[in-house]
């Protein structure tokens, strides 16, 4: 399968940031002072999704029929996952319920990381850096729920 493949499907999950984007409702939650400032999150994403399609694609090439299966069935639910954090911190506005979302995305990733490790090595180091922004992103998300607890 064609890198392009692997590298469309991380473009269709990073448009869930394009269709819910953090808008007027989120410029006025509480935050923490260490929150990335907003220019940040477009290039850190935008490596993240690039390390995301070369892990796939690597994978695809290497697997056996019988792993390979299991592989992109696992990869699957994490694009899914991702796609999905947008959607319910953003489109509902419910960073609590986002959390939730983020702490299946984080076993996703690294269920994915132990599975892609069995078939490269390379593909599964190429998620750690993912793994460790979505663990920063839980904290922060945890941080803005529990700061705005109570807002509309």
């Known amino acids: 399968m064609s890198f392009l493949v692997f590298l469309g499907c991380v473009v269709l999950v990073a448009s869930s940031g394009a269709v819910f984007r ?5 410029r006025t939650l509480s935050k923490p002072a260490w929150t990335p400032p907003d220019w940040l999150f477009g290039p850190a994403w ?29 990869y699957g639910v994490q694009l899914a996952l991702n796609a999905g954090w947008s959607a319910v911190f953003f489109g509902l506005k419910r960073p609590d319920w986002a959390l939730a979302e983020l702490a299946c995305l984080w076993l996703s990733i690294l269920a994915n990381i132990v599975v892609l490790f069995t078939i490269d090595p390379l593909a599964a180091l190429l998620l750690v850096p993912y793994l460790a922004w979505v663990s ?17």
């Not at 953090?22 to 989120?26: D, E, L, N, R, S």
């Not at 070369?54 to 592989?71: Q, T």
């Not at 998300?141 to 109570?150: I, M």
């Open 136 to 152: 920063f992103a839980g904290v922060l998300n945890f941080t803005v729920w529990r700061l705005n607890r109570a807002h509309p």
């Open 46 to 74: 935008a490596i993240l999704y690039l390390m995301i399609a070369v892990a796939g694609w690597r994978v695809w090439g290497r697997a056996y029929a019988d792993m390979l299966a299991v592989a992109m069935a696992v």
């Open 22 to 26: 953090p808008g007027a409702w989120y």
